[in-house]
């Protein structure tokens, strides 16, 4: 993925995580999301749309977030709004 594509990426899951939980993601916060996904601390929610995405429910600061995660890439995709 290149330079732009992936600061666009980063961009819209700050901008899916504050408009759907109000919460100002900060580069920290999305490491610390993926490593507890990648270590299993999250829990497995289904597959996504696409091959290789799957969505997690991640706790962070006292906060429960529903993330899509692309596996082979090992990246936060978007955040879905709780149900």
């Known amino acids: 993925m290149n330079n732009i594509k992936a600061a666009q990426a ?6 899916r995580c504050l408009e759907r939980y109000g ?4 580069n920290r916060m ?4 993926g490593q ?3 270590s ?3 829990n497995y929610l289904r597959s996504g749309s696409d091959l290789g995405r799957k969505v997690y429910g991640v706790s962070l600061n006292g906060t429960r977030f ?3 995660y692309d596996v ?3 990246k936060l995709v978007s955040f879905l709004p709780n149900e």
């Open 10 to 15: 980063k961009n819209h899951c700050k901008e």
């Open 23 to 26: 919460v100002q993601l900060s």
């Open 30 to 33: 999305m490491k610390k999301i």
């Open 36 to 38: 507890k996904i990648e």
């Open 40 to 42: 299993g601390i999250a």
């Open 66 to 68: 529903r993330v899509v």
């Open 72 to 74: 082979r890439d090992k």
